[in-house]
C-alpha cells in the first residue's frame, strides 16, 4: 500500500521559510518521480514542483520559481520542499504526491497533507 506522510507545516510570517518532509512507504520510491502539490482554502488544486527520481532533475510552477526548492534522499525514501520568502499567497494544504510530469496528479497518488499557513 501506498503510504505518504507529510509534515513540517505550521504558521509562518511574510518572508519566512519552512522545510517541509514527506516520508514515503509501500512502494519503490527511488524509482518513482514525486511532487509536490498545494491546495489554497476555495480554490483548486495547483502544482507546485516534480522531481525526478534520482533527484537530478527539478522543475517548479513559476509562482514558486526561485524561492522554493524540492530535493529527496532515497536513502531514507523521503521528499522534501524548502519553501524561503513565504508571503500570504503561499497559504495552502501542502501533499506530496507520486510525479505526473508537470501536472496536478490524481488525488488518489496524494499524502493527506500539511497545512501551511504565512499571516503577519
Known amino acids: 500500500e501506498v503510504r505518504l506522510v507529510e509534515s513540517g507545516g505550521g504558521f509562518v510570517q511574510p518572508g519566512g521559510s519552512l522545510r517541509l518532509s514527506c516520508a514515503a512507504s509501500?512502494?519503490?520510491?527511488?524509482?518513482?518521480?514525486m511532487s509536490w502539490v498545494r491546495q489554497a482554502p476555495g480554490k483548486g488544486p495547483e502544482w507546485v514542483s516534480l522531481?525526478?527520481?534520482?533527484?537530478?532533475?527539478?522543475y517548479y510552477a513559476d509562482s514558486v520559481k526561485g524561492r522554493f526548492t524540492v530535493d529527496r534522499d532515497n536513502t531514507l525514501n523521503t521528499l522534501f520542499l524548502q519553501m524561503d520568502n513565504l508571503g500570504p499567497g503561499d497559504t495552502a494544504v501542502y501533499y506530496c504526491s507520486l510525479g505526473y510530469s508537470t501536472y496536478v496528479p490524481p488525488r488518489e497518488y496524494w499524502g493527506q497533507g500539511t497545512q501551511v499557513t504565512v499571516s503577519s
Open positions: 522531481i525526478n527520481s534520482a533527484g537530478l532533475k527539478t
Open positions: 509501500g512502494f519503490a520510491f527511488g524509482d518513482t518521480d
